[in-house]
């Protein structure tokens, strides 16, 4: 304490005189903080950043398919079989070229199709007199899909294809007399020949 000072006088004294002192330390306290706040967030964007960068990027698969589901859906462009594409586009171009060619002489792709008693479609647009998940309806099958009319279908020009190499229309008329076309005319027999040969060719090219 200065000699002749009051004790009052005194502590005003030494409270001016530490006053800068603690301005300065208080700043400098105060710049820190925010300067290591700083440096913890640029930190942990960059690290979200490189691991987003370093992600990758799962799409999804293209279909194989899609340019022969385009060709199949140009050749049955407004029929109901076109609902059909998607799966009539997973199998070879042989069995597809039979399902569209075939479908064409015996409903129209689908207009002319067998119906279940409540008027259902049966998809059906095969002529297939084998019987579906929903039995037989104007003595053809019945499916219950689309998908499923496909894979019975499919399945059966396939073992005629594989099993005894039917794979043109000429030796595929089985699918219209049997194993014997001794019933049909010959007339009827070149007609389906040469109506399924059409659509077959276009797909099968």
Same mark, same amino acid.
């Given at each position: 304490?200065?000699?002749?000072?009051?004790?009052?006088?005194? +502590?005003?004294?030494?409270?001016?005189?530490?006053?800068?002192? $603690?301005?300065?330390?208080?700043?400098?306290?105060?710049?820190?903080?925010?300067?290591?706040?700083?440096?913890?967030?640029?930190?942990?964007?960059?690290?979200?950043?490189?691991?987003?960068?370093?992600?990758?990027?799962?799409?999804?698969?293209?279909?194989?398919?899609?340019?022969? +589901?385009?060709?199949?859906? @140009? #050749?049955?462009?407004?029929?109901?079989? @076109?609902?059909?594409?998607?799966?009539? *586009?997973?199998?070879?171009?042989?069995? *597809?070229?039979?399902?569209?060619? $075939?479908?064409?002489? @015996?409903?129209?792709?689908?207009?002319?199709?067998?119906?279940?008693?409540?008027?259902?479609?049966?998809?059906?647009?095969?002529?297939?007199?084998?019987?579906?998940?929903?039995?037989?309806?104007?003595?053809?099958?019945?499916?219950?899909?689309?998908?499923?009319?496909?894979?019975?279908?499919?399945?059966?020009?396939?073992?005629? #294809?594989? @099993?005894?190499?039917?794979?043109?229309?000429? +030796?595929?008329?089985?699918?219209?007399?049997?194993?014997?076309?001794?019933?049909?005319?010959?007339?009827? #027999?070149?007609?389906?020949?040469?109506?399924?040969?059409?659509?077959?060719?276009? #797909?099968?090219?």
């Amino acid at each position: 304490m200065t000699k002749g000072m009051s004790p009052i006088e005194a +502590e005003k004294q030494a409270s001016v005189a530490f006053s800068p002192a $603690i301005l300065r330390l208080s700043s400098s306290a105060c710049f820190s903080v925010f300067l290591a706040l700083s440096l913890l967030i640029t930190g942990l964007l960059y690290g979200a950043a490189f691991r987003v960068s370093q992600m990758a990027i799962v799409s999804s698969p293209a279909n194989p398919n899609a340019a022969f +589901e385009r060709s199949v859906r @140009e #050749v049955v462009d407004g029929y109901p079989i @076109e609902a059909m594409a998607p799966y009539i *586009a997973r199998h070879r171009k042989v069995t *597809a070229a039979f399902l569209v060619g $075939i479908a064409k002489k @015996e409903s129209n792709w689908g207009k002319r199709i067998p119906r279940s008693v409540d008027g259902a479609d049966c998809y059906n647009y095969w002529g297939y007199r084998g019987e579906g998940s929903r039995g037989m309806a104007m003595g053809h099958g019945c499916f219950g899909s689309r998908r499923e009319a496909i894979a019975v279908v499919s399945k059966r020009i396939d073992a005629l #294809v594989d @099993e005894y190499q039917f794979d043109t229309p000429e +030796e595929l008329i089985v699918w219209k007399c049997g194993w014997n076309c001794a019933g049909h005319s010959q007339e009827s #027999v070149k007609k389906w020949i040469s109506d399924v040969k059409i659509y077959f060719n276009k #797909v099968n090219n």
